[in-house]
Each structure stands twice: as structure tokens, then as C-alpha cells.
């Protein structure tokens, strides 16, 4: 394939983006690199979920508009995922058609890259249907005009509460135990830019709580600690035998794009697994509570 291209741009240089399965340099990197093409290589998830943190979807679209933008030059941009990396090159497809300009609307630009291979695919590779997320980020992209500065600032907030409404019920209708987990860039070491886990629920039986079927219909959950950046949140229910686990919804999100300290999310606007939505009332809701970064934070043990 790589011979056919340069056969028919003979005369155009190359930039191969790639979404890698692991962290080391891939061997299609070093196998395009003999053949004279530049490679950048990105990752193919952020803590599970397919797409990137902020900064380096930045980093992306301002290398591909340089490359694709420079005068005089026969020069081709192209992405190549390997194995369950379509998801994250689909959504970075559409980024940088919005970027540019050379499409409008995230979700027609979205569903429009993603009929490029069967529908099927994408629920083979992912359990949760994640357009939800990724439609929130290229909605960050599609606003970057109107401020002067983009991406912006990670701002540090303190997320103190998870305000659910209309809870499903599991167990035979008895009722749900959710359970959260909070992951991403620890604010007190901002030198790291690797993600992590800042809170989670306890499995313990004593720490999380069942609620009964009459109680879903409001439900608060403390979770008091500091993030910054790129976010992911997930909820499940855990099971009456405190092992076996159940995913609700996941939300990734960046801090810099939560205005009056609150994020209001429909059940429209978060991952949900396939199959599993109609299961969710149409009244579900989920509200991220935020305080801001200077909040006094109790000292507790969260993870």
C-alpha cells in the first residue's frame, strides 16, 4: 500500500499520524519511517475511554494544519489506528474537519466519519457507546474561536458531590448501589501529566450505601477531591454480592469548560453501555458538583 501511494504522489512527502496499541514506539512507526514518512505516534484511550486529553488533540490538529497548509508543497496527511484504535481515529477525523472548517455540526461531522466502516464495529470494540464524550470534546474544539486563547487554561476545581436523579434499579428492582470512580492528572503534582486514580468509593460493605427503590429518585454522593484538566467519572452499581460490578454511565470532560461550578448531564449526554439505555428513565440526570480550587477540604482517605 505505502509503494502504491508514493507511485501516485510521486512527488508529495508524507505524515502518517498512528494510534498505537501500548506506550512503546510501534513497529509500523519504525517499518513507515524506512519508507521516508514522518510519524507521530498518540494513544488509542484515555483511562478506557476513545479519545485524548485536550492538550495533545491540540497538538494534533495545529501539527496536521501546519503540515497540510504549507505552501509550495505536495504534502499527504495520513491516520492509521492499530488494533480497536478505529473509535479514537474516528473521533480525531472529525476534530480536525471541524478544525478546519471543512465540515460543520459535531454530530453530523461524527456520525459522518464513523459510516466509514459498519456500525458493528464499533460495538465490538467498545462496551459503553462513548459519541457522548466525544461529541462534549469536539464541542470544545468547535468553540475555540470565541476566546483568544485555546486550549485553555487546566483550571483546578474541587469536586465535592454527584447529585443523581431517577436511578435505575437493579437487582430485581430492589433497588441501586452505586459506586464512583473519579480518574485523572493528579493537581498537586502538575509536573506528571499522566492520569490516575482519585477517588473511588469503597467496594467495602460498610461504605457503600443500597438504595431503595423509593430513595432513587435523589441521591447525593460525596466525593471531595481536587482535579484539574481532562477527567473521566464513572459510575456502576455493584451487585449484592459486592463483586460483581455493573456500569451505569462515564463521562470525561475538562475542567476549563464547566461554568458556575456545576456540570448538568442528561442521559443523552453520557456513555452508556449498548443495550442498556432504554433501562434509564428518561428523567436520569446526573449534576457534578464543583467548590472552586481554594475550597477548604476536609483530610480524608478517599482511594
Same mark, same amino acid.
Given at each position: 500500500?505505502? *509503494?502504491? !501511494? %508514493?507511485?501516485?504522489?510521486? @512527488?508529495?512527502?508524507?505524515?502518517?499520524?498512528?494510534?498505537?496499541? &501500548? /506506550?512503546?514506539?510501534?513497529?509500523?512507526? /519504525?517499518?513507515?519511517? #524506512?519508507? /521516508?514518512?514522518?510519524?507521530?505516534?498518540?494513544?488509542?484511550?484515555?483511562? +478506557? $475511554?476513545?479519545?485524548?486529553?485536550?492538550?495533545?488533540?491540540?497538538?494534533?490538529?495545529?501539527?496536521?494544519?501546519?503540515?497540510?497548509?504549507?505552501? &509550495?508543497?505536495?504534502?499527504?496527511?495520513?491516520?492509521? $489506528?492499530?488494533? &480497536?484504535?478505529?473509535?479514537?481515529?474516528?473521533?480525531?477525523?472529525? +476534530?480536525?474537519?471541524?478544525?478546519?472548517? %471543512?465540515?460543520? &455540526?459535531?454530530?453530523?461531522?461524527?456520525?459522518?466519519?464513523?459510516? %466509514?466502516?459498519?456500525? %458493528? #464495529?464499533? =460495538?465490538?470494540?467498545?462496551? #459503553?457507546?462513548? =459519541?457522548?464524550?466525544? #461529541?462534549?470534546?469536539?464541542?470544545?474544539?468547535?468553540?475555540?474561536?470565541?476566546?483568544?486563547?485555546?486550549?485553555?487554561?487546566?483550571?483546578? !476545581?474541587?469536586?465535592? $458531590?454527584?447529585?443523581?436523579?431517577v436511578l435505575p434499579l437493579f437487582d430485581d428492582g430492589k433497588g441501586c448501589r452505586p459506586v464512583v470512580r473519579v480518574y485523572g492528572p493528579d493537581p498537586s503534582n502538575p509536573a506528571n501529566r499522566s492520569s490516575k486514580l482519585l477517588f473511588s468509593t469503597s467496594n467495602n460493605q460498610k461504605h457503600v450505601r443500597h438504595y431503595l427503590q423509593a430513595e432513587c429518585m435523589l441521591v447525593k454522593i460525596d466525593i471531595r477531591c481536587r482535579v484539574q484538566? @481532562?477527567?473521566?467519572?464513572? $459510575?456502576?452499581?455493584?451487585?449484592? @454480592?459486592?463483586?460483581?460490578?455493573?456500569?451505569?454511565?462515564?463521562?470525561?470532560?475538562?475542567? *476549563?469548560?464547566?461554568?458556575?461550578?456545576?456540570?448538568? !448531564?442528561?442521559?443523552?449526554?453520557?456513555?452508556?453501555?449498548?443495550?442498556?439505555?432504554?433501562?434509564?428513565?428518561?428523567?436520569?440526570?446526573?449534576?457534578?458538583?464543583?467548590?472552586?480550587?481554594?475550597?477548604?477540604?476536609? @483530610?480524608?482517605?478517599?482511594?
Amino acid at each position: 500500500i505505502v *509503494a502504491q !501511494l %508514493q507511485d501516485y504522489f510521486p @512527488d508529495a512527502s508524507f505524515m502518517v499520524f498512528n494510534f498505537r496499541e &501500548g /506506550d512503546k514506539r510501534s513497529q509500523i512507526a /519504525d517499518l513507515l519511517s #524506512l519508507c /521516508d514518512m514522518t510519524v507521530m505516534e498518540y494513544p488509542r484511550q484515555y483511562e +478506557g $475511554c476513545p479519545l485524548l486529553p485536550l492538550e495533545m488533540i491540540h497538538h494534533f490538529l495545529r501539527s496536521s494544519e501546519s503540515w497540510l497548509s504549507l505552501e &509550495g508543497q505536495q504534502n499527504v496527511l495520513l491516520m492509521h $489506528c492499530e488494533r &480497536g484504535g478505529w473509535p479514537v481515529l474516528a473521533f480525531m477525523l472529525a +476534530g480536525l474537519l471541524l478544525y478546519r472548517k %471543512q465540515y460543520s &455540526g459535531e454530530l453530523k461531522t461524527l456520525e459522518m466519519v464513523y459510516k %466509514q466502516a459498519p456500525r %458493528q #464495529l464499533l =460495538q465490538l470494540l467498545l462496551p #459503553l457507546n462513548p =459519541q457522548p464524550s466525544q #461529541l462534549r470534546y469536539l464541542q470544545y474544539i468547535s468553540r475555540r474561536h470565541l476566546g483568544s486563547e485555546w486550549p485553555p487554561s487546566e483550571t483546578p !476545581l474541587y469536586l465535592d $458531590c454527584l447529585i443523581l436523579r431517577v436511578l435505575p434499579l437493579f437487582d430485581d428492582g430492589k433497588g441501586c448501589r452505586p459506586v464512583v470512580r473519579v480518574y485523572g492528572p493528579d493537581p498537586s503534582n502538575p509536573a506528571n501529566r499522566s492520569s490516575k486514580l482519585l477517588f473511588s468509593t469503597s467496594n467495602n460493605q460498610k461504605h457503600v450505601r443500597h438504595y431503595l427503590q423509593a430513595e432513587c429518585m435523589l441521591v447525593k454522593i460525596d466525593i471531595r477531591c481536587r482535579v484539574q484538566g @481532562d477527567v473521566v467519572l464513572e $459510575c456502576i452499581h455493584l451487585s449484592e @454480592d459486592f463483586v460483581r460490578e455493573e456500569v451505569m454511565f462515564r463521562v470525561m470532560f475538562h475542567t *476549563a469548560f464547566v461554568r458556575s461550578n456545576i456540570l448538568v !448531564l442528561s442521559r443523552d449526554e453520557m456513555d452508556m453501555l449498548w443495550d442498556t439505555k432504554d433501562q434509564f428513565s428518561k428523567d436520569f440526570k446526573s449534576e457534578v458538583v464543583f467548590l472552586d480550587a481554594d475550597a477548604v477540604i476536609p @483530610d480524608l482517605t478517599t482511594v
